[in-house]
Structures are given as structure tokens and as C-alpha cells.
């Protein structure tokens, strides 16, 4: 080489990239704490309670196709007023019931005219010559339904192991300038009135609720306010189990040196109850249940106790928006995301095996180990939590509400 010396050559090495992507395994659901159709686990044991499925009020001279746990089913009321709900196809021909006619004693297929009552038992079969013991062999497969706070309840699981349709002390015993509204919008996970299925799965929604600390980023920090914006207050945590469930108390310690205890319940198999999110003292005015659809969808159903004269849907757990939900833009979606966005970009059942658990998420941990608690109870024999055989039983107790240390200091 010119100038008589060799220059040395060195090759840099490049750094190697770690914790890319490539050849990442195939991520996986829980299907032991998520899925609910006949025969699962977890639908073995939401089986064992009873589930709001639509709204009374909805009820009429036509039949409603509602799918529920997995299972789609026909939900109806005679005319003499009861309710009832059976398998979609008749036990005769197939043929759908979402096209049968109600009558006083039943409702009747109409292909052939096959009269059933509210528990199945075929009462009329017009193309027959009349054969009470083959008619009496033709029962309609249906399950139980109950009526209460304006909700119809059904009960999909084994007859013998059937609960009392519980009564939740809240809602008993209105003071005569209250009443009770019942709605089924999706108004408590960011949606409105114009949506009612939920498409993701409804263990994303339950255990939402056993995490506060989400409040204080998304729903305020993140978007903005969309609750009081006191809730920016980061809070001190304790969960612990109940006897129906489990809650956390949020504590905060606020500017002006007010302090309140913050208390969020949730019962089995899939209810909760969330306090005013205006931050109001008192007990919380609204339950709600998350009731599954299928695997990959839930629906919502609340009851809420309100001035006698209200009309419309209570919003006592729904986000303040500026616009209302189903006219807002993607662009305007991503400004200020709420749980809609959030729980239904997790997929249609979130990746569990991808998850990095955290000491935030401790509210999470417990109820998902609860949950696996009572799935293997169930499966093993017992009689799973919150559910009870006595009609006599008093109702149920809650506790959840916003709850200042000084009262005096608010003004009541």
C-alpha cells in the first residue's frame, strides 16, 4: 500500500436486536375462566344462577329470538301475562318459533299448529286425532323465568341445584318518591343507547370494574375527565373478598382536605355495583349485570333508583362525553378512548398468555382466582357462592357507594 504500511481493517459487529417479535408462539385465551357455553367450565357454573335476558317491557305479542350462554332461545309472554322461553325449533318439525303466535295458554308453532305452554307441555295438536298420552310425551324443551325490577330473569341450569332469584336490600322498599329504571343500553362501557351486544367477552368487562387505577389514567388523565374530575386523585387501594364477591375501597385525600372512601362491589356470577361516578355521597343507586351472550359477546343489564318523575336512561356510571357516543369520528374516538375502545381492542377474548400482571392489578389476580375457585366447586359437587334455597332469605346487601370521612363537609 502506498506510503509502505498497511492500514488495518476492522468489521464492526452489529449489536443484536433482543426482544423482537420473530417467532413469538401462538398467544391463547383462558378458556377455563371465559368460556360459557353448555358443558364448560365457566358455563357450568353461570349456569347455576339466575340472568337477566331482556327488559319486561319488551315483551309483547311477538316472540324475541335472545341468545344467552351460548344457547339461542325464544323468550314470550302468553296473554294471560307469564312468561316463557324455549328452544327456537319445534319439537314437531323444526320449525322456527320466532314466528309463532301467543295465545292465552301458550304460544303455537305455525307450521302445524302445536300449542305450548310456558314450561313446555304441549296443550294442542289441531292435526291430530286427539292422543292424550302422545300429546303429553310432546314437551317443548324451555327453562324457568322470573320477573323482577323490571328485568326478566331466566335460569338455564340443572333443575334440581335451581336458586331463589335473589333480592338486593338497594332496590327493596322504595321510598314512595322513588322507582326503580331498568335499561339494557352500554352506557357503563362508553357505548349509548344504539348499542346493546358488546363484542368482546365479558370477563374483560367484570374485572374492569376490580381495577380503579385505570380511572384515574384513562378516564381522566389520558382522555380527560369523563368522570368527576376528582377522580385524577391517584388512591390509596384495598381489595378483600366478600361473601358474594369481592370490593375494593379507593381512598382520597382531596385538595381541599376532604376524604373519601371510595367502594366498588362485584357479586357472582357476573354483577357489580359501581357509585356514582359524579362522586355523591351515598350509597351507589345502580347494579348491573354483565350477562354473556356467547364467548365472544355479553349484554348489560342495570337497574337504578330514581325520582318518580325521571324519564329516559340513567347515566349515573356513564362517561361525560362532548358529543353523544355513536356520532363520534375514529379521530375523535382516539382523542379520549374509553372502556369501549379499550376492552374491545383487547379481541374478542383477550390473550392471556401474552399478559405482564402487575401490583396494579391485584384486584384482577383476586377475582380471577376466585372465579377458578368457583368453577372447580361447581365441578366438583358444590353449590357455588351467593346462591341460596331459602325463599324466606332476607335480600341481599351491597355496600358500595362514595363515603366521606367528614359528612358535615359536604353538606349532608
Not at 357476573?270 to 365472544?296: C, F, K, T, Y
Request: aromatic share 10%; net charge negative; proline share 9%.
Amino acid at each position: 500500500m502506498a506510503g509502505g504500511k498497511a492500514r488495518l481493517m476492522t468489521r464492526s459487529t452489529p449489536t443484536q436486536d433482543t426482544g423482537t417479535a420473530y417467532g413469538r408462539g401462538l398467544q391463547t385465551h383462558d378458556p377455563e375462566i371465559t368460556e360459557v357455553g353448555p358443558g364448560t367450565p365457566c358455563g357450568e357454573l353461570m349456569r347455576r344462577y339466575w340472568h337477566p335476558v331482556e327488559l319486561s317491557s319488551r315483551l309483547g305479542r311477538r316472540p324475541r329470538e335472545i341468545r344467552v350462554l351460548g344457547e339461542d332461545l325464544i323468550l314470550f309472554r302468553d296473554l294471560c301475562g307469564r312468561p316463557g322461553l324455549i328452544t327456537p325449533r319445534c319439537i314437531h318439525r323444526g320449525a322456527p318459533m320466532s314466528f309463532a303466535k301467543v295465545e292465552e295458554a301458550g304460544i303455537r308453532c305455525p307450521y302445524h299448529g302445536w300449542l305450548f305452554d310456558t314450561r313446555g307441555r304441549c296443550l294442542d295438536q289441531p292435526c291430530e286425532v286427539d292422543k292424550p298420552a302422545f300429546r303429553e310425551r310432546c314437551r317443548q324443551p324451555w327453562y324457568p323465568v322470573e320477573e323482577r325490577y323490571g328485568l326478566v330473569f331466566a335460569y338455564l341450569g340443572p333443575p334440581e341445584k335451581k336458586p331463589v332469584l335473589p333480592r338486593w336490600a338497594p332496590f327493596e322498599d322504595l321510598p314512595p318518591t322513588e322507582k326503580i329504571v331498568p335499561d339494557a343500553a352500554s352506557f357503563s362501557v362508553g357505548g349509548d343507547e344504539t348499542e346493546e351486544l358488546i363484542p368482546w367477552n365479558w370477563l374483560q368487562d367484570w374485572e374492569n370494574t376490580m381495577d380503579p387505577f385505570h380511572v384515574v389514567i384513562l378516564h381522566t388523565a389520558f382522555s380527560g375527565p369523563q368522570f368527576n374530575p376528582d377522580m385524577a386523585v391517584m388512591p390509596h387501594v384495598e381489595w378483600e373478598y366478600t361473601p358474594l364477591g369481592m370490593q375494593y375501597s379507593a381512598h382520597r385525600r382531596f385538595a381541599d382536605g376532604q376524604e373519601m372512601d371510595r367502594i366498588t362491589h362485584v357479586m357472582f356470577p357476573s354483577l357489580r355495583s359501581v357509585p356514582n361516578i359524579q362522586l355523591s355521597h351515598g350509597i351507589a343507586e345502580s347494579m348491573g349485570w354483565l350477562v354473556p351472550v356467547d364467548d365472544a359477546s355479553h349484554r348489560t343489564f342495570h337497574i337504578t333508583r330514581m325520582p318518580l318523575d325521571f324519564e329516559g336512561v340513567p347515566l349515573v356510571t356513564a362517561p361525560v362525553l362532548e358529543k353523544k357516543w355513536s356520532e363520534m369520528t375514529e379521530d375523535e374516538r382516539w382523542i379520549a378512548p374509553g372502556d369501549w375502545e379499550i376492552q374491545k381492542g383487547q379481541g374478542s377474548i383477550t390473550l392471556h398468555s401474552e399478559e405482564r400482571l402487575a401490583s396494579s392489578d391485584t384486584g384482577v389476580v383476586m377475582l380471577r382466582r376466585q372465579l377458578r375457585e368457583q368453577i372447580r366447586l361447581v365441578r366438583d359437587g358444590g353449590d357455588p357462592i351467593g346462591v341460596h334455597f331459602d325463599p324466606e332469605a332476607p335480600p341481599y346487601w351491597i355496600g358500595a357507594g362514595n363515603f366521606y370521612r367528614d359528612r358535615a363537609a359536604i353538606g349532608g
